[in-house]
């Protein structure tokens, strides 16, 4: 899925966030997207063609004629998507959606949570040194962002039925966007657990759209500067034109 200059584009990353249906395959509209996808698994931004798309889950190795769940999904130009495969044998499989906003924070880092842990009820996510809490959360919910500061945190997942306490440390950079997803179930495996996904974020500018990669092109100069540094390159050439003119003459 080569992005062209010119197509109006979205960026979407996957989630495997079914903790029964083992290793699979999904699919964008017939074609093969990923490969050998495991639970537990966040994939990059990747850049999809505004529009709405066919895609299917599908066991291992199995094709498309397999496909355990097939939604069409509608993304958006300039949009960030994050697309989740949830659900068990006995709930049934399905996809769900979350937009999301990888705008760059003024300062710290920019955090959501992602409840993606069936049978878990309601959760709420405290972080270290910070009185911020998200509350509320639900299966299949995904908080509003919140700012932290930068630096070493602990994120810790509180929930019921059975009062769980989980947390999970990870390094916060300046201007990052960080995830913070619950997956797994409370009983039975895999275990209830925190996963992280980190990216830099973009400029709130018009025109850069939500591709994470914004941020590492080249860094563009004032107009007076490159002046400046012209001004410094001839000054320094006529000093040594001078003192080889001088040279010369004094040899004869």
Same mark, same amino acid.
């Given at each position: 899925m080569a992005r062209a200059a010119t197509q109006p584009t979205a960026m979407v990353r996957v989630v495997h966030a079914s903790p029964d249906v083992g290793i699979v395959d999904v699919f964008v509209d017939g074609k093969e997207l990923l490969r050998s996808f495991q639970f537990a698994t966040v994939t990059e931004y990747l850049p999809l063609?505004?529009?709405?798309?066919?895609?299917?889950?599908?066991?291992?190795?199995?094709?498309?004629?397999?496909?355990?769940? !097939?939604?069409?999904?509608?993304?958006?130009?300039?949009?960030?998507?994050? %697309?989740? =495969? $949830?659900?068990?044998?006995? /709930?049934?499989?399905?996809?769900t959606v979350f937009q999301d906003d990888n705008t760059a924070p003024k300062t710290g880092s920019k955090v959501r949570a992602y409840h993606l842990a069936p049978g878990t009820g309601s959760a709420q996510v405290k972080v270290s040194r910070s009185s911020t809490t998200i509350s509320g959360l639900n299966?299949?919910?995904?908080?509003?962002?919140?700012?932290?500061?930068?630096?070493?945190?602990?994120?810790?997942?509180?929930?019921?039925?059975?009062?769980?306490e989980l947390p999970l440390t990870i390094t916060l950079k300046d201007w990052n966007v960080a995830s913070i997803f619950a997956i797994g179930e409370q009983?039975? !495996?895999?275990?209830?657990?925190?996963?992280?996904?980190?990216?830099?974020? %973009?400029? =709130? $500018?018009?025109?850069?759209? /939500?591709?994470?990669?914004?941020?590492?092109?080249?860094?563009?100069?004032?107009?007076?500067?490159?002046?400046?540094?012209?001004?410094?390159?001839?000054?320094?050439?006529?000093y040594f034109l001078g003192r080889l003119v001088r040279h010369r003459s004094q040899s004869f």
């Open positions: 063609p505004a529009g709405t798309h066919s895609v299917e889950l599908a066991l291992l190795g199995k094709g498309v004629g397999a496909s355990i769940v !097939t939604e069409n999904i509608e993304v958006k130009d300039g949009a960030a998507y994050t %697309i989740v =495969g $949830l659900g068990t044998k006995s /709930s049934g499989f399905s996809f299966y299949k919910q995904a908080s509003n962002y919140i700012t932290v500061g930068a630096g070493e945190r602990t994120f810790t997942l509180y929930a019921g039925p059975k009062n769980v009983e039975g !495996t895999p275990k209830l657990q925190l996963i992280s996904a980190q990216v830099m974020g %973009i400029p =709130g $500018l018009p025109g850069t759209g /939500s591709d994470p990669s914004a941020l590492v092109s080249a860094p563009s100069f004032p107009s007076w500067q490159w002046l400046s540094l012209s001004l410094l390159v001839a000054c320094v050439l006529i």
